[in-house]
C-alpha cells in the first residue's frame, strides 16, 4: 500500500474530445480504481491545455477570445467524463491562476539560474504541432513527427539549455528501466537522444501570438505552450504552493500518454524537472493510436468515433471495457464497431452476464433466494476457490504492472472457471435429489461469492455494472469498500443474504443493429462530375496579394497557357517553396476578382481545421495534363 499519482495529457480545447482523448482518460480511470482496489491513496489529475496557437486559431475561427473559447470547450470534456464514470480528483486548466502562477514561478527562478538564455533563432515551425525544427530535421520540407507542412521563421527567442542535460537524461533511461514504457517506446527516445540534443526554444513572441503565459523577465514575450503544458502535473499537486502535499504525492507514479507526445515527455519534461531540481517521474507510459481503417482517428481527419454515440448505443461500462481490452498497450488498434458488439456478446454477455444470471436463478429456484450457510471447506470448491486464489494474485502483479489487460485476463479466467464448474456440478441434477442438497447449497453458494468476487475485481472497468450485480447478489455494502486484500479469506458472503434477480446486465445485442447504412443525400452524377475540368499546372511565380495574410497570387502554366490565380495558402507555404511545383487546378472556373487581383482558376488543397497540404501529381507528368 502506497500513494499512487496518475495523469492523463491535458487535453487542447481547440477541438471537442473524441475517442482517443476517451480512451486515455479511461484508462488512466481503471489504473487509478485498480490501485484504490489495492488499496493504494490515489491522486488522479486530468485536464486541459488552454494556451497556445492552436488554441487562439480555433477560438478565432469562432470570432471568440481565446478564453471565451476554452471557457466553453472545457465543458464538453468535464460532462463525457461525468458520462463515463471518470474518477478524476482533480481537473487542471493552464488558465487557472494557480497554474499561471507556478509557470511565471519557474520560468523567473531558472531564468535566475541561467538555464534560460536569448538568441536570434532561424528554422523552421510545424504550427500544428507547436514545435520547432532545423533544416536538417524536416523531411521533404515537412515536420518529421506529423508529415504536415512547415513554415520559416526569423526572430529574437528565449531558450531552455536543454542540450547540456543529454547525456544525464540517457543514463536515467538506461538506469531506469520503468522509466519510459513500453520497451518500445523507450528504444525510440533513446534512439532519438543519439543525434546531438539542442537547447528547447520556450518563448513566442507577442506579435504573433499574444495567448499564453507572458514571461516574467521579458514582456514582449508569452512562454511556448509545451514548456506551460507539462507543468500542469506539478501544479496539481500543489508545487510551490503546498510544499508538504506536494512531497507526498510527487513523483508521479503514472503519466499516462499516447505514442504522439513522447518527446516532450520523454526529453522535455524530464529535463525541465531536473533544472527545477524536482524528481522524475516513476514511469511514462506511452500507449499507441486507436486507427480507424489503419488511419489515426481525428475529428479532422473526419473518421472520428463520437465516444459518447458508442456509450449511448450500447452502454458506458460496455465502451470502458471494449476500450480496456482491446488494445493491447503500446500497439495501434483498429476500431471497429463489429468487433465491438462481438466482444460485448461473447464476454459480457454469454461469458459473465450469464454466470450472474445462472447463479442468482438457481439460487431463486432451489434455495428460495437465500444464501446458504455452508461448509467453506467443502471438497467440491476445490478448483474454482484454487483459480480464485490465482485471479487475486495475478491481478495484484497486473497492477503493480500497470497492465489492466492482465488483470481482464486473469478475471476472465476466473469466469470461465466459474462457468465450468455449473457444467461440471449439474446443479440441477443435484436439486433432483434430497440426499444432494449440502452439495447444491456448496454449488450454488460457491458461484454467488465468485460473482461477488468478479464484482469487487471488475468495479473498475465497468462500475456500474459492477454495482448492479452486487444488488442482485443481495449482498452488503459496496464493491468500492472492499480491497483485494479483503476477497483473500474466500467465502466473504453473508448466509442468509436475499439475491435479487434483476434483467441481464448485457443483454444481447442483435448484430443486424451494427451499422446500418445511413442514406445518402450527398451524391453527384457521374455526369456532373464530369463538367470539372480538373488540371495539372506549374507554379512559375508567385507573390503576396497586398492587405491579405492568407492569400497569395500565383502564375501558373497550364500546357501552352499562363494563367494567374489567386489561393489562401500563404500560411502554409513559403513562397520559395511554391516555385516551380506543380499542382492541380480546377481549370474551367469562372474568373473571379479577389481582393482586386483577377483568379482565372483554382487550386486544390487538401485542409482540415488546422492544416493545408497542396494536391499534386504523384510524379512528373506534363503540364496540362488531365486529372482524371
Ligand atoms: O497533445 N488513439 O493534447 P491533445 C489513442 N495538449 N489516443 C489518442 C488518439 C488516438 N487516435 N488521439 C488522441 C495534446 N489521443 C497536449 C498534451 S500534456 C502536458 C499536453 C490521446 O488534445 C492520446 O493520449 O492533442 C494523446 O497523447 C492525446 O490524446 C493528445 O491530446
Redesign the pocket.
Known amino acids: 500500500m502506497g500513494t499512487f499519482y496518475i495523469t492523463?495529457?491535458?487535453?487542447?480545447?481547440?477541438?471537442e474530445?473524441?475517442?482517443?482523448?476517451a480512451?486515455?482518460t479511461i484508462m488512466a480511470d481503471v489504473l487509478a480504481r485498480f490501485h484504490r482496489l489495492a488499496g493504494d491513496e490515489v491522486l488522479f489529475v486530468t485536464g486541459?491545455?488552454e494556451h497556445g496557437q492552436k488554441v487562439d486559431e480555433a477560438a478565432k475561427k469562432r470570432n471568440l477570445s481565446p478564453q471565451a473559447h476554452a471557457d466553453e470547450m472545457v465543458g464538453r470534456f468535464r460532462d463525457l467524463w461525468r458520462v463515463l464514470d471518470i474518477s478524476n480528483d482533480d481537473f487542471i486548466r493552464t488558465t487557472e491562476a494557480r497554474h499561471t502562477h507556478v509557470v511565471t514561478e519557474i520560468l523567473q527562478r531558472i531564468y535566475d539560474a541561467g538555464e534560460i538564455y536569448a538568441d536570434n533563432y532561424e528554422g523552421w515551425y510545424c504550427i500544428p504541432d507547436e514545435r520547432f525544427w532545423t533544416e536538417k530535421d524536416l523531411i521533404a520540407g515537412n515536420c518529421p513527427d506529423c508529415g504536415r507542412p512547415t513554415v520559416k521563421i526569423s526572430e529574437k527567442n528565449y531558450f531552455f539549455r536543454m542540450g547540456k542535460y543529454q547525456d544525464w537524461l540517457i543514463e536515467h533511461i538506461e538506469t531506469h528501466p520503468r522509466f519510459i514504457r513500453p520497451e518500445k517506446r523507450r528504444n525510440e527516445i533513446l534512439g532519438f537522444l543519439r543525434q546531438p540534443l539542442g537547447d528547447l526554444c520556450i518563448s513566442r513572441p507577442k506579435s504573433r501570438l499574444e495567448w499564453g503565459i507572458p514571461l516574467p523577465f521579458d514582456e514582449n514575450y508569452v512562454c511556448y505552450?509545451?514548456f506551460d503544458?507539462?507543468i500542469?502535473?506539478i501544479t496539481a499537486p500543489g508545487y510551490l504552493a503546498d510544499v508538504a502535499r506536494f512531497e507526498h504525492w510527487w513523483p508521479a507514479s503514472c503519466h499516462?500518454?499516447?505514442?504522439?507526445?513522447l518527446t516532450?515527455?520523454c526529453v522535455y519534461?524530464p529535463t525541465m524537472l531536473k533544472a527545477m531540481g524536482a524528481p522524475q517521474p516513476e514511469t511514462i507510459m506511452?500507449?499507441?493510436?486507436?486507427?480507424v481503417d489503419e488511419t489515426?482517428?481525428?475529428k479532422s481527419l473526419g473518421n472520428a468515433v463520437r465516444p459518447l454515440d458508442l456509450a449511448d448505443k450500447y452502454g458506458v461500462d460496455a465502451f470502458r471495457y471494449f476500450l480496456v481490452r482491446a488494445m493491447t498497450l503500446g500497439q495501434?488498434s483498429d476500431f471497429s464497431e463489429v468487433a465491438f458488439v462481438q466482444r460485448y456478446n461473447t464476454e459480457l454477455g454469454n461469458e459473465l452476464g450469464n454466470l450472474l444470471n445462472r447463479s442468482v436463478v438457481m439460487a431463486a429456484r432451489y434455495l428460495d433466494g437465500v444464501v446458504p450457510n455452508i461448509d467453506r471447506n467443502h471438497a467440491a470448491l476445490g478448483a474454482l476457490k484454487a483459480r480464485t486464489d490465482l485471479t487475486l494474485a495475478a491481478v495484484g502483479e497486473a497492477i503493480d504492472a500497470m497492465n489492466p489487460n492482465a488483470a481482464l485476463d486473469a478475471i476472465w479466467r476466473l469466469v470461465r472457471e466459474a462457468n465450468r464448474f455449473v457444467e461440471v456440478q449439474t446443479p440441477w441434477n443435484l436439486a433432483k435429489d434430497a440426499s444432494k442438497r449440502a452439495e447444491l447449497e456448496v454449488t450454488i453458494y460457491a458461484l454467488l461469492e465468485t460473482m461477488r468476487q468478479l464484482a469487487v475485481l471488475l468495479f473498475p472497468v465497468i462500475p456500474s455494472k459492477a454495482r448492479e450485480i452486487w444488488q442482485q447478489l443481495g449482498a452488503t455494502g459496496s464493491p468500492e469498500d472492499i480491497h483485494l486484500d479483503d476477497l483473500k479469506p474466500w467465502g466473504g458472503l453473508d448466509a442468509n443474504g436475499e439475491v435479487a434477480p434483476g434483467d441481464p446486465v448485457f443483454p444481447r445485442i442483435e448484430e443486424v443493429d451494427v451499422a446500418k447504412a445511413e442514406p445518402r443525400e450527398d451524391l453527384i452524377s457521374f455526369s456532373e462530375f464530369q463538367k470539372l475540368d480538373l488540371r495539372v499546372a506549374k507554379i512559375e511565380a508567385a507573390d503576396r496579394v497586398a492587405g491579405a495574410d492568407r492569400l497569395l497570387r500565383l502564375q501558373i502554366r497550364l500546357g501552352d497557357e499562363q494563367r494567374q490565380i489567386v489561393a489562401g495558402i500563404a500560411e502554409h507555404y513559403a513562397i520559395d517553396a511554391l516555385i516551380g511545383r506543380q499542382i492541380v487546378v480546377v481549370a474551367n472556373l469562372q474568373p473571379a476578382t479577389i481582393r482586386g487581383v483577377e483568379s482565372q482558376g483554382m487550386l486544390l488543397a487538401a485542409s482540415d481545421d488546422r492544416d493545408l497540404a497542396l494536391i499534386a501529381p504523384d510524379g512528373e507528368i506534363s503540364t496540362g495534363a488531365e486529372v482524371r
Open positions: 492523463t495529457p491535458i487535453y487542447y480545447v481547440n477541438d474530445p473524441h475517442i482517443g482523448h480512451y486515455t486541459t491545455d505552450v509545451w503544458a507539462l500542469n502535473y499516462l500518454i499516447g505514442k504522439d507526445i516532450t515527455h519534461w506511452g500507449h499507441g493510436f486507436w486507427l489515426k482517428m481525428g495501434d
